[in-house]
């Protein structure tokens, strides 16, 4: 079974508003990744945040780690029609992804 | 451009065919491998080689036979293949695999179809 479990399955927003989405995992982990991938292309690699740090930056994506709570979430701010696409994260320790949570920006 | 190369990127095939995919990295990685992802269900994790060696195989039919040369390719052959094994098939690669794996990069990915 996998270990990186996303929700919700699907968001659907409006340009310029933020997106929220959540990663819950099992096992400890050394570090917990975010993906997106566009329909039908490879997955791309946004961030990774180790299990020290709580809080990671990069450009308009902020990403949290509770390791207590055994969950991350991942913030993109300002978003954008381009920001359309599948999120998934993934922990370090199997590289497994969930059924991934289907963004989809509106102009 | 992600440094992981995928051929073909379309593949029609019936189910007599025997045919295979290849995968090549030039990132110097020592770890590669296979996804599949099928519609509606989550990506699915098929093999991993690290170090040339294969150290993941989940539960795969045989008609799915990987191969890895060396570090930098990555094979998948196919043989027999039913309709539910249409796909797209991902590829990947990273430093290393099994704990504390950093950053996979992906392919573009293999599309089959199998009539």
């Known amino acids: 079974s996998q270990q990186g479990e996303e929700d919700p399955q699907a968001l659907s927003i409006q340009e310029g508003e933020n997106a929220t989405m959540n990663c819950s995992y099992k096992t400890s982990i050394n570090n917990l990744q975010w993906y997106r991938q566009n329909s039908g292309r490879g997955l791309v690699h946004l961030i990774l945040?180790?299990?020290?740090?709580r809080e990671k930056h990069s450009g308009r994506l902020r990403v949290t780690l509770d390791t207590s709570k055994k969950s991350s979430s991942l913030l993109i701010t300002a978003s954008r029609a381009a920001d359309t696409a599948s999120y998934f994260c993934?922990?370090?320790?199997?590289?497994?992804f969930g059924a991934g949570t289907r963004l989809t920006v509106k102009p | 451009e992600t440094g992981v190369t995928q051929t073909p990127r379309h593949l029609v095939m019936g189910m007599t065919n025997k045919k295979s995919l290849k995968c090549e990295q030039h990132l110097g990685h020592n770890a590669m491998y296979w996804y599949k992802q099928s519609a509606k269900k989550p990506l699915e994790l098929m093999f991993v080689y690290n170090f040339k060696e294969q150290t993941e195989n989940n539960s795969v039919p045989s008609r799915f036979s990987p191969e890895c040369p060396n570090s930098s390719h990555l094979f998948l052959h196919l043989h027999t293949l039913q309709p539910e094994d249409s796909a797209l098939y991902l590829c990947a690669s990273s430093q290393v695999a099994g704990g504390r794996t950093g950053e996979l990069f992906f392919g573009e990915g293999s599309r089959l179809t199998v009539l």
């Open positions: 993934a922990t370090d320790n199997d590289m497994r």
């Open positions: 945040i180790r299990s020290n740090e």
